[in-house]
């Protein structure tokens, strides 16, 4: 055997060696084995004066090559064991919970909900405008077509601070507040909070509405139908179709009530063929009352710009809670102001 | 509005099926509640039979044994309980096969051992009444076998129709007829007043009549009859009322219910030899007027009530409900038939004063045309002539008259289009007008278009033309485009952009939002210890509160977050954190005072982890959310110690932003808890209005240097008296610009410190911008620092 060779076999045997070593200790003693002083290849490099001249060159390199080569085996093996003697020392149990604890909060879902629904009308390009809870009977009623008779105005339908002033029914209110202060065009969307003497599972003395007001020249009922469509469209789904039914709003003329398409079904039926819960097998879900601005009601602003012959306006009104529970199946609206955390913690923050 | 179909496609009958029909009348603006098939589900195996003979039973007494003539080749054999059946009547009889409007199926039985091919019926069960007691008997038969169908109706489908308040003209069969017939084309047939067997010409026996508020009552008309014969009505009379949710009760009475729901106009029937003085004035009630009406309550009548009076008083409340003593009975002859036109607000405040709500009233309060009047006059005057063997007195009473015509209204083509989006060719619009009752006159682009009497309250502009048009034409068929919103940007206002990161900022911080209730009790103010000239006290009270504890508009948001945190340790809670973002209210001399509140409670243990105690809900809890809050706003804040009689003595705070009072801080009062069931607790309140005030809308950039800073820490003692603000603001002071920040790190209190004292460690930083500092400049600031925290009584810790 060559002396080249005799050092070649000494690196694939000194290679298993200090893999196969277990610990530190035996590590140690491999190493002392193979490149200790008195070990076999530094002996080698010692006794190369010894070789004939034209092999000396091509064994010292070969030599001092697997010296480098099993120096590095070594020292990576020893990493090797020493984290591997650090990671059992300190091992976590990785499924206690984090801590400190940072658990997420929760934003109310009628928050969610009319946040969502702002989103959708902002990116339409209106504004939101707010008005006072408390409220003038003349914004409430007056200001908007409803005669000095109508049933709305008893005491049995709307709260009365005193014969001026009422807890707003609606949040109509704002849209003459708002054409008051700007002139058209106006797009404005209304959120807030609204009262009316009632108190059952599917009526509370207080909920939220978000009324919208687009005046501007040339808006028509067909640009009120594609508004509602892309609003029902974000928040009910892309598939989502809208159905105008004539109505009566003594504030609109023409008035319609707006049915969004179930998205709960195909038109009513389920796919294991039962009725629909959700839309009573109607395929439809009855959302919102809109319309166009009644004259009248421009009438009382005329002095604000608003002339019914240059400009005309689409308004509309919908329900927070009715839109939440529909979406969440929320089965009954005392749940939105018991304010139970059981409640409001399955709705995360968003 | 109950509108059974086989009625309604007597006047109007289109190729559809009813849900079809209800459908589509839901699209044109007649909203189909619910659809519902009334009475027998076919007419099929229901035939007239002849009882030819009767024998007794021989296994009961109570049943008899009938041979029924049911028109086949031989008669059939049915057994009968009915006391009255007898032999030679002719009878209604349900053969086997037939499905009973209560969903039995009849089959042939053996009834105590007799079999038994069919079923003679009563009124009962043919859904004509509540007769129960006989089987029915029918007068004038057809031959036996005659489908009994053509006799009675036995069954159809109803619709419930939503009527919206503008449109009283569809409270009636006819004007649903009207509806069916524009919406679909279908032909209409002349309404049932076509035929006027009575006359204007005569003095109707000489009634008088008189009203004394034509404003209360634009309309009277009435006519008489003699020779009334009270008794039963006809069958098929009673069958469509039943079938519209009726009770027949006789003839005179029945008449005047199906005329109302055949043309939507009320009639009242008085006995006339009941009418004291016979004559009859329209009034308003007088002060200490009782009335008794039909259904045996006795109402005061006082000035807001319109009654009817003969000489003896009230003896009718005005379109709401006739009076006892001319209650039509048995023994009249003599009938007035009033059919009058009544103020519709009126109307409905009297109704709902009473506790009074009938047909009647629920049409009038609509308001009708005083053009209906006379059509339902008509339409009763041949059946009372027909069914009661009445003979009617030449003659129409009218006080008041039709009124005036209703006026043209013009209608320009380009309004149509400018306000739907679209084209509907002018042909159309006339056919749809027309096909409504409108007259339509005019030439290209220029309408002139007149309503029908029924429609003139609703329609009186262009736009209410134009809303014909296209709830007929189909609002299917519009298209969906977007406005063209000139000028819009739509984007939060900087204020509503806050109120959205405050919120956000405490959910992220594992508060949970709550929405409380804008009502709360009275006692609110006395539970939270409001002193007594609080100007918190200020409330906002509801005249009409749903109840006596719902009664004011919450001053603060406090209660609500109590309330909330109460109701969750009911439920087993063990910590809560909440907040609520939400609007307070005060009472002012216009409106109320509002603002927009922010408000946050921690109570109970919170964060609660396996390798540490809980963070209490203490001041210092509740201070760092707030400070996470202020800081959002790109506000300072600060603190100014106060003692609030809601929160604990020593530990409450008036909250400052940039030195504006935004609201108060403070760990609740142990009395307070108590009324609320809480253990320790920590709450503020802020105006989100005011904060929202403060907040720069654009934050400016500020140079930064990019040399190290200097550090030194800062160890003192001082009465406990002087609180960190001042110290912090003492050092700043004195320090000079060169200071750059403060950091309080460590707060001591102890024995070795001597009792009264606090230790207070800062971390504080040198820098300059322009360049490094030697620890030498220091030495200045350093003993300018010394020598003014001496004069706070703080000393150095060595």
């Given at each position: 055997m060559s002396t080249l060779d005799r050092i070649a076999a000494l690196e694939s045997e000194a290679t298993a060696a200090i893999a196969a070593s277990a610990s530190v200790d035996a590590l140690a003693q491999t190493r002392l084995r193979y490149l200790g002083r008195k070990s076999e290849l530094p002996l080698l490099l010692r006794a190369i004066s010894q070789l004939p001249p034209e092999e000396r060159a091509a064994v010292g390199a070969a030599a001092n090559r697997t010296r480098q080569t099993l120096e590095a085996l070594v020292s990576a093996r020893e990493g090797d064991l020493a984290s591997g003697a650090i990671s059992a020392a300190e091992a976590l149990d990785v499924t206690l919970p984090g801590s400190p604890p940072l658990p997420n909060g929760h934003l109310h879902l009628i928050t969610q909900t009319r946040r969502e629904i702002e989103d959708v009308f902002l990116g339409l390009g209106f504004q939101i405008a707010e008005g006072p809870e408390v409220e003038l009977v003349e914004y409430n009623f007056d200001a908007l077509n409803t005669d000095a008779t109508h049933p709305s105005r008893a005491r049995s339908d709307t709260f009365y601070i005193d014969d001026e002033t009422v807890l707003r029914v609606h949040t109509s209110p704002v849209q003459v507040r708002a054409m008051i202060a700007q002139p058209p065009p106006l797009y404005v969307i209304a959120p807030g909070r609204v009262f009316r003497p009632d108190n059952d599972a599917t009526h509370a003395p207080q909920f939220h509405q978000i009324e919208g007001l687009a005046v501007d020249e040339g808006v028509t009922l067909a640009d009120l139908k594609g508004?509602?469509?892309?609003?029902?469209?974000?928040?009910?789904?892309?598939?989502?179709?809208?159905?105008?039914?004539?109505?009566?709003?003594?504030?609109?003329?023409?008035?319609?009530?707006?049915?969004?398409?179930?998205?709960?079904?195909?038109?009513?039926?389920?796919?294991?063929?039962?009725?629909?819960?959700?839309?009573?097998?109607?395929?439809?879900?009855?959302?919102l009352g809109a319309g166009m601005v009644d004259p009248n009601v421009f009438a009382y602003v005329a002095e604000h710009g608003y002339d019914p012959e240059r400009v005309t306006g689409f308004a509309f009104g919908m329900g927070i809670e009715r839109i939440a529970m529909l979406r969440h199946g929320v089965p009954d609206l005392r749940l939105y102001f018991d304010n139970d955390l059981r409640f409001l913690g399955q709705f995360g923050a968003r | 509005m109950l509108v059974p179909t086989r009625w309604l496609r007597t006047y109007c009958d289109p190729p559809l099926e009813t849900v079809a029909l209800a459908a589509r009348l839901t699209l044109t603006g007649t909203k189909d509640e619910r659809t519902y098939h009334h009475g027998a589900k076919t007419p099929d195996h229901f035939v007239v039979g002849v009882v030819r003979d009767v024998q007794p039973h021989p296994n009961a007494d109570r049943l008899r044994v009938c041979i029924v003539d049911v028109g086949e080749t031989d008669p059939v054999t049915i057994v009968c309980g009915a006391p009255n059946v007898a032999a030679g009547q002719s009878v209604a009889v349900a053969l086997p096969g037939a499905e009973l409007a209560d969903g039995r199926t009849l089959t042939v039985a053996k009834l105590r051992g007799v079999e038994s091919n069919g079923m003679i019926l009563s009124e009962q069960e043919l859904a004509l009444g509540a007769d129960h007691s006989g089987i029915l008997v029918l007068s004038d038969a057809p031959a036996p076998g005659t489908p009994l169908d053509q006799l009675i109706p036995l069954g159809s489908d109803v619709i419930e129709f939503e009527i919206t308040p503008n449109r009283p003209d569809c409270l009636c069969i006819y004007g649903i007829a009207r509806e069916v017939h524009a919406s679909t084309n279908a032909p209409l047939a002349t309404p049932p007043w076509a035929q006027d067997p009575g006359s204007f010409d005569g003095d109707a026996g000489a009634v008088k009549i008189s009203v004394d508020c034509p404003d209360l009552c634009p309309r009277f008309t009435a006519r008489v009859f003699e020779d009334v014969t009270i008794g039963p009505s006809p069958l098929w009379l009673k069958a469509r009322l039943v079938a519209a949710g009726?009770?027949?009760?006789?003839?005179?009475?029945?008449?005047?219910?199906?005329?109302?729901?055949?043309?939507?106009?009320?009639?009242?029937?008085?006995?006339?030899?009941?009418?004291?003085?016979?004559?009859?004035?329209?009034?308003?009630?007088?002060?200490?007027?009782?009335?008794?009406?039909?259904?045996?309550?006795?109402?005061?009548?006082?000035?807001?009530?319109?009654?009817?009076?003969?000489?003896?008083?009230?003896?009718?409340?005005?379109?709401?409900?006739?009076?006892?003593?001319?209650?039509?009975?048995?023994?009249?002859?003599?009938?007035?038939?009033?059919?009058?036109?009544?103020?519709?607000?009126?109307?409905?405040?009297?109704?709902?004063?009473?506790?009074?709500?009938?047909?009647?009233?629920?049409?009038?309060?609509?308001?009708?045309?005083?053009?209906?009047?006379?059509?339902?006059?008509?339409?009763?005057?041949?059946?009372?002539?027909?069914?009661?063997?009445?003979?009617?007195?030449?003659?129409?009473?009218?006080?008041?008259?039709?009124?005036?015509?209703?006026?043209?209204?013009?209608?320009?083509?380009?309004q149509i289009s400018r306000l739907l989006g679209t084209e509907i060719p002018e042909v159309r619009c006339v056919e749809i007008l027309t096909s409504l009752g409108f007259a339509v006159d005019g030439d290209a682009d220029v309408l002139s278009v007149t309503p029908p009497h029924f429609r003139r309250g609703d329609v009186t502009r262009e736009v209410d033309l134009i809303e014909e048009v296209a709830r007929m034409d189909g609002l299917d068929r519009l298209p969906a485009t977007l406005p063209p919103r000139n000028g819009a940007a739509g984007r939060l206002t900087p204020p509503q952009q806050l109120r959205r990161r405050a919120e956000d900022a405490l959910a992220a911080r594992g508060l949970?939002?709550?929405?409380?209730?804008?009502?709360?009790?009275?006692?609110?103010?006395?539970?939270?210890?409001?002193?007594?000239?609080?100007?918190?006290?200020?409330?906002?009270?509801?005249?009409?509160?749903?109840?006596?504890?719902?009664?004011?508009?919450?001053?603060?948001?406090?209660?609500?977050?109590?309330?909330?945190?109460?109701?969750?340790?009911?439920?087993?809670?063990?910590?809560?954190?909440?907040?609520?973002?939400?609007?307070?209210?005060?009472?002012?001399?216009?409106?109320?005072?509002?603002?927009?509140?922010?408000?946050?409670?921690?109570?109970?243990?919170?964060?609660?982890?396996?390798?540490?105690?809980?963070?209490?809900?203490?001041?210092?809890?509740?201070?760092?959310?707030?400070?996470?809050?202020?800081?959002?706003?790109?506000?300072?804040?600060?603190?100014?110690?106060?003692?609030?009689?809601?929160?604990?003595?020593?530990?409450?705070?008036?909250?400052?932003?940039?030195?504006?009072?935004?609201?108060?801080?403070?760990?609740?009062?142990?009395?307070?808890t108590a009324a609320w069931d809480l253990e320790l607790t920590s709450a503020w309140t802020i105006?989100?209005?005011?904060?929202?005030?403060?907040?720069?809308?654009?934050?400016?950039?500020?140079?930064?240097?990019?040399?190290?800073?200097?550090?030194?820490?800062?160890?003192?003692?001082?009465?406990?008296?002087?609180?960190?603000?001042?110290?912090?603001?003492?050092?700043?002071?004195?320090?000079?610009?060169?200071?750059?920040?403060?950091?309080?790190?460590?707060?001591?209190?102890?024995?070795?410190?001597?009792?009264?004292?606090?230790?207070?460690?800062?971390?504080?930083?040198?820098?300059?911008?322009?360049?490094?500092?030697?620890?030498?400049?220091?030495?200045?600031?350093?003993?300018?620092?010394?020598?003014?925290?001496?004069?706070?009584?703080?000393?150095?810790?060595?």
């Open positions: 508004t509602l469509l892309a609003f029902a469209r974000q928040i009910f789904g892309d598939q989502r179709e809208v159905l105008l039914r004539p109505h009566f709003f003594p504030f609109t003329e023409p008035s319609v009530e707006v049915d969004v398409s179930c998205f709960n079904c195909q038109a009513g039926y389920l796919r294991d063929g039962s009725r629909c819960p959700l839309c009573k097998g109607s395929g439809w879900l009855e959302v | 009726m009770r027949p009760i006789s003839n005179v009475v029945d008449i005047t219910n199906y005329v109302m729901l055949v043309t939507g106009q009320p009639l009242h029937a008085f006995d006339l030899d009941q009418i004291a003085g016979g004559e009859l004035t329209v009034r308003r009630g007088r002060p200490g007027e009782t009335i008794e009406t039909l259904d045996g309550h006795t109402h005061n009548a006082g000035e807001d009530l319109l009654v009817i009076c003969d000489a003896d008083g009230p003896t009718s409340i005005a379109g709401i409900m006739g009076g006892a003593r001319s209650e039509v009975s048995a023994q009249t002859t003599r009938v007035l038939l009033e059919a009058a036109t009544w103020n519709g607000a009126n109307i409905q405040r009297t109704a709902l004063r009473l506790g009074l709500r009938s047909e009647a009233s629920a049409r009038f309060e609509k308001g009708l045309s005083p053009g209906q009047t006379l059509e339902a006059l008509a339409v009763a005057t041949s059946l009372l002539l027909e069914h009661a063997g009445a003979r009617v007195l030449p003659g129409t009473i009218d006080v008041g008259g039709p009124g005036p015509e209703p006026a043209p209204i013009t209608l320009r083509s380009a949970s939002e709550i929405v409380g209730w804008s009502f709360t009790d009275p006692a609110l103010p006395d539970r939270l210890r409001y002193e007594a000239d609080s100007p918190l006290r200020n409330v906002v009270t509801i005249e009409n509160p749903l109840s006596q504890s719902l009664s004011i508009l919450r001053p603060t948001l406090l209660g609500s977050l109590l309330d909330a945190a109460r109701a969750n340790f009911a439920h087993g809670a063990r910590g809560v954190r909440l907040f609520e973002s939400g609007t307070v209210y005060r009472a002012a001399d216009i409106l109320a005072d509002e603002h927009h509140g922010l408000g946050a409670l921690l109570s109970g243990p919170g964060g609660e982890s396996w390798r540490g105690d809980p963070a209490a809900s203490d001041f210092y809890a509740a201070k760092a959310l707030l400070e996470a809050v202020v800081g959002v706003a790109g506000v300072e804040l600060s603190l100014v110690g106060e003692n609030l009689p809601w929160f604990h003595p020593g530990r409450a705070a008036i909250v400052m932003a940039n030195n504006t009072r935004i609201g108060l801080i403070g760990e609740v009062h142990p009395q307070v105006n989100l209005d005011i904060l929202a005030g403060l907040a720069p809308e654009v934050i400016h950039f500020t140079a930064f240097s990019g040399l190290p800073p200097l550090r030194e820490d800062l160890a003192i003692v001082v009465p406990a008296s002087v609180t960190a603000a001042e110290v912090i603001e003492t050092i700043r002071r004195a320090a000079g610009p060169s200071l750059e920040s403060i950091e309080l790190f460590d707060v001591y209190i102890g024995d070795q410190i001597g009792e009264g004292n606090v230790s207070l460690a800062l971390h504080l930083e040198y820098r300059t911008a322009d360049r490094t500092l030697t620890t030498q400049e220091l030495d200045a600031p350093k003993a300018a620092i010394h020598q003014a925290l001496a004069q706070i009584g703080a000393t150095l810790r060595a």
